[in-house]
């Protein structure tokens, strides 16, 4: 939905379309908006700068704050999962440094993020501005309760594990909806596409995953 200004020069070019080839293509992505958004984000500038030279490799990176940014399979293969359409409203649970934030922003009409760690929103924030989105709005606050004042959405994609699905998101899905998210305890957990059919879940198992434990009141707690 936006044209993001990559620098000229951009020194990533090379390693992000080899990404794109050998982590998405090759593993069975075949989303053409999911592979154009992910060739054309520069998802170095979403790390930590000790670690860029790691942004495009096949594992998650370091972001600060102790929070990581997902390999970049896992983001594509959530995204995909979603069929998400340039009329899309959605909500994201876990801004972290807004990679996939710029992800949604490219592919969908407007975007909602709500981010726990106000450093984090900020820092995403600003670049997300800097990148000129101007269809995305991040929000500091417990992600477990979602945005209401912004529902319903078609989509909601939750980058943090949480024990079961949090009511108050799956009450935020239009009718016809998909989420996306990490279910299961802390140390592993089970991607799950659901779907509100009739008011009900229908769920579809992925595949297994690991992700950082979503905090909040329909999440985990702090030890």
Known sequence: MTAILVESGDPFVVQRNKMVDSQLRERGIHDSRVLEAMSKVPRHEFVAGQFRSQAYEDHP???????????????????????????????????????????????????????????????????????????????????????????PFDAIVVSAATPKIPPSLFEQLREGGRMILPVGPSQYQELQLVRKQNGLPEITRLESCRFVPLIGSQGFTLD
């Open 61 to 151: 990176v370091q972001i600060g704050e102790g929070q990581t940014i997902s390999q970049p399979y896992i983001v594509a293969r959530m995204l995909e999962a979603l069929n998400l359409t340039s009329s899309d409203a959605v909500l994201e649970i876990g801004t972290g440094s807004g990679y996939q934030t710029a992800l949604l922003g490219e592919i969908c009409q407007s975007v909602y993020s709500v981010e726990r760690r106000a450093a984090l929103a900020q820092a995403a924030e600003a670049l997300l501005a800097r990148f000129g989105y101007v269809n995305v709005k991040i929000a500091v606050g417990d992600g477990t309760h979602g945005m209401p004042e912004k529902a």
